[in-house]
């Protein structure tokens, strides 16, 4: 049986997980603004990219309070590196971290299929809604505005966070790099290498 509490291997690998993703979240500030200055909405499917950290760390590890650190710190990393969002990141971060957490928690860290990220994914983006209502302002927005919004970062969340989260995850553990963490463990009755 699985230990609950974590090790300080897979602090570490949180850790550089968060770093990794908040040096992105720097950089991805560039990307959702020219996105969004492009096309309208098209900067909310971009924007889950924000929650993946949380995401990837938790599928990886499997152990409670995994997402919301890596998330947390992801986003503490891009405020320290001038984030352009300023102060209300730390927000966002801390939302969307319990957002994935609570999904983690609601099945108990003993369900890793892509059902359940993809909710997880989902929660990290409600998160980061109710983060753009308490202090971004977002209620006062039309009502199509508010409605299109959801829906996009809805759908990213699924295909820009969620899809590949797990993805990206499931690669990185074939090639044999996280063969110390529970996605391996896990997953070798799925890849059939007991």
């Known amino acids: 049986m699985q230990k609950k509490s974590l090790t300080i291997r897979e602090v570490i690998l949180t850790i550089i997980i968060a770093i990794l993703f908040g040096a992105v979240y720097k950089v991805w500030g560039t990307v959702y603004t020219a996105s969004s200055a492009v096309v309208p909405f098209l900067g909310q499917i971009v924007y889950p990219m924000w929650f993946v950290a949380g995401i990837v760390a938790a599928y990886i590890i ?10 947390f710190a992801a986003a503490s990393g891009e405020l320290l590196s001038g984030s352009q969002f300023g102060l209300p990141v730390l927000v966002s971060g801390f939302l969307q971290g319990i957002g994935a957490e609570l999904v983690f928690a609601a099945f108990r860290y003993k369900r ?5 990220v993809l909710l997880a994914s989902l929660a990290a983006c409600a998160g980061s809604l109710l983060g753009d209502y308490a202090i971004r302002g977002f ?9 299109t919004t959801i829906f996009f970062r809805a759908l990213g969340s699924i295909v820009v966070c969620g ?9 990185l553990a074939k090639t044999g790099s996280l063969n110390n963490y529970e ?4 997953n070798q009755k799925v890849w059939g290498n007991k």
């Not at 209620?139 to 409605?147: E, N, P």
């Not at 899809?163 to 995850?169: D, E, N, Q, V």
């Not at 996605?183 to 896990?186: A, L, P, R, T």
């Open 139 to 147: 209620g006062a927005k039309t009502l199509f505005i508010q409605v």
């Open 183 to 186: 996605i391996v463990y896990s």
């Open 112 to 116: 890793w299929d892509l059902s359940v």
């Open 62 to 71: 499997r152990k409670p309070g995994v997402a919301f650190l890596a998330e």
């Open 163 to 171: 899809l590949f989260s797990k993805w990206l995850s499931d690669k």
